[in-house]
């Protein structure tokens, strides 16, 4: 059974950090692209960032020199390290794991991270 379970979320000031964890179990994590994905409330699931197997990655625009994202494929593990953040960073945040050509496409249950003062 394949579980993705993402941590790490909460309440904090603007231009603080939070470092989001998605542990994945039940896949063979190290040859997934792994994503993070963001919605807010009343707006669409958008993309913020993604590393591939082999650890490239690109990020939103929205996001760019603020959020990194990494992977550990010892621990199945895929993170998101965010600074700087914003009010509008406020969303529920998924991890999504996939293989392409629909050999599998996996989502977390969501973090909620709140930037508020």
């Known amino acids: 059974q394949v579980q993705l379970v993402e941590s790490g979320g909460g309440l904090v000031q603007p231009g603080g950090s939070l470092r989001l964890s998605c542990a994945a179990s039940g896949i063979t994590f190290s040859i997934y692209t792994m994503r993070w994905y963001r919605q807010a409330p009343g707006k669409q699931r958008e993309l913020v960032a993604a590393i591939t197997d082999g650890g490239s990655t690109n990020y939103a625009d929205s996001v760019k020199g603020r959020f990194t994202i990494s992977r550990d494929n010892a621990k199945n593990t895929v993170y998101l390290r965010m600074n700087s953040l914003k009010p509008e960073d406020t969303a529920v945040y998924y991890c999504?794991?996939?293989?392409?050509?629909?050999?599998?496409?996996?989502w977390g249950q969501g973090t909620q991270a709140t930037v508020s003062s």
């Open positions: 999504n794991a996939n293989l392409p050509r629909g050999l599998g496409n996996y």
